[in-house]
């Protein structure tokens, strides 16, 4: 039976949000990850990237209507609307290709080039603010 999958919708209320994560929560545990450790940081830097996303989309919106030029934080294919919205050019590319080609992509190019622009100092939001994210806990020595 077919799901309804509606991944573009808008996370407006403190409610909604914690319905949102609650939900891929419970999907993780079903897929036997070990405990929350395991998931918790993607699943923070996954919302951070929808929420800058969509933080974008609006200050282009406004760029546009006053005429001046915007300057996204992430170029293509690393947007959320590229490889994670089901409209994206990016996953649509991904979901034709090869089997796990999804996940190499996330695993072998999105995190390390986050990564680095992290590291570089070059990845900041339009107000100058360097995100701190976190993306694979490392154990202390």
């Known amino acids: 039976m077919a799901r309804n999958r509606n991944n573009n919708r808008r996370i407006t209320t403190p ?9 891929i929560c419970d999907i993780m545990r079903r897929s036997n990850c070990a405990g929350a450790l395991q998931y918790v940081p993607e699943l ?50 991904l979901e034709v290709g090869t089997f796990g080609g999804f996940m190499s992509f996330v695993d072998g190019d999105l995190i390390p080039t986050s990564q680095a622009q992290r590291q570089d100092g070059s990845y900041c939001s339009s107000e100058g603010n360097q995100p701190s994210l976190f993306f694979r806990r490392k154990d202390k020595d």
Request: no cysteine.
């Open 44 to 93: 923070t830097w996954m919302l951070f990237l929808r929420i800058l996303d969509e933080k974008e989309e609006r200050e282009l919106e406004r760029a546009q209507a006053v005429g001046a030029e915007f300057q996204p934080s992430l170029d293509y294919p690393y947007r959320w609307r590229d490889w994670a919205a089901p409209e994206g050019k990016k996953r649509q590319e």
């Open 15 to 23: 409610q909604s949000l914690n319905a949102y994560v609650k939900g």
